[in-house]
């Protein structure tokens, strides 16, 4: 089995930081890649930031500039590190990882339940 975690979530002010946190654990074997999305009620789910085994980052162009993903391979969790954030970034912020198994050696993305982040004064 596979788990995905997030947490760091909270209400923050506007021109905070926050720093959300990913964990992946379990049957694992290589993680390729891990992203972040973010969803507020009633709209469709978007793309935040992603970054590969080989630390290559891509970032929405809504956080370009103030977000910052990284990633500690020892321990399979990514970071989400929010500068500057504005109400426009409350939202429930979802995890995945892109991962190969161990023993069976399939590949797949696996979700968290989700973070909420509150930006509000």
């Known amino acids: 089995q596979v788990q995905v975690v997030e947490s760091g979530g909270g209400l923050v002010q506007p021109g905070e930081s926050l720093r959300l946190s990913c964990a992946a654990s379990?049957?694992?074997?290589?993680?390729?890649?891990m992203e972040w999305y973010r969803q507020v009620s009633g709209k469709q789910r978007e793309f935040v930031a992603s970054?590969?085994?080989?630390?290559?980052?891509t970032y929405a162009d809504s956080v370009k500039g103030r977000f910052t993903i990284s990633r500690d391979n020892a321990k399979n969790t990514a970071y989400l590190q929010m500068d500057t954030v504005t109400p426009e970034d409350t939202a429930v912020y979802y995890c995945?990882?892109?991962?190969?198994?161990?023993?069976?050696?399939?590949?797949?993305?696996?979700w968290g339940q989700g973070t909420q982040v509150t930006v509000s004064s």
């Open positions: 379990g049957n694992i074997f290589r993680i390729l890649a």
């Open positions: 995945n990882a892109d991962l190969i198994k161990l023993i069976t050696y399939t590949r797949g993305t696996y």
């Open positions: 970054i590969t085994n080989g630390d290559k980052t």
